[in-house]
């Protein structure tokens, strides 16, 4: 079993910087391909970013590449959301995700372990 619990949410104003954070345990990230996931209201769950288990391979959503870094520190089985420039369609609960697997995904239904997010709030 693998736990996951993200943290780093929050309100802020559009244009701030937030840097989420999902520290696992239960098991190591061994060979754990690691992504974010997010929900707005209304909308279904959208894939953000992914990364693999060593980080060297990493994916972005359209909407979200070039403002947002996705890493991880396996000595710290922590994986990192730095998010920038948001936008008040930034706002959605976030979720951390984790793949039992090495190689990055975008698909959902793919991971295997899931955190029980953190709330985003972007005002303008």
């Known amino acids: 079993q693998v736990q996951l619990v993200e943290s780093g949410g929050g309100l802020v104003q559009a244009g701030a910087s937030l840097r989420l954070s999902c520290a696992a345990s239960?098991?190591?990230?061994?060979?754990?391909?690691m992504g974010w996931f997010r929900q707005a209201p209304g909308k279904e769950r959208e894939f953000v970013a992914a990364?693999?288990?060593?980080?060297?391979?990493?994916s972005y959503s359209d909407s979200v590449k070039g403002r947002y870094t996705i890493s991880r520190d396996n000595a710290a089985n922590t994986v990192f959301l730095q998010m920038n420039s948001l936008r008040p369609e930034d706002t959605a609960i976030y979720y951390c995700?984790?793949?039992?697997?090495?190689?990055?995904?975008?698909?959902?239904?793919?991971?295997?372990?899931w955190g029980q997010g953190t709330q985003v709030t972007v005002s303008s």
């Open positions: 995700a984790a793949r039992q697997y090495y190689s990055v995904s975008r698909v959902e239904s793919d991971y295997n372990y």
């Open positions: 239960g098991r190591t990230f061994g060979n754990y391909a």
């Open positions: 990364i693999a288990w060593r980080g060297y391979s990493t």
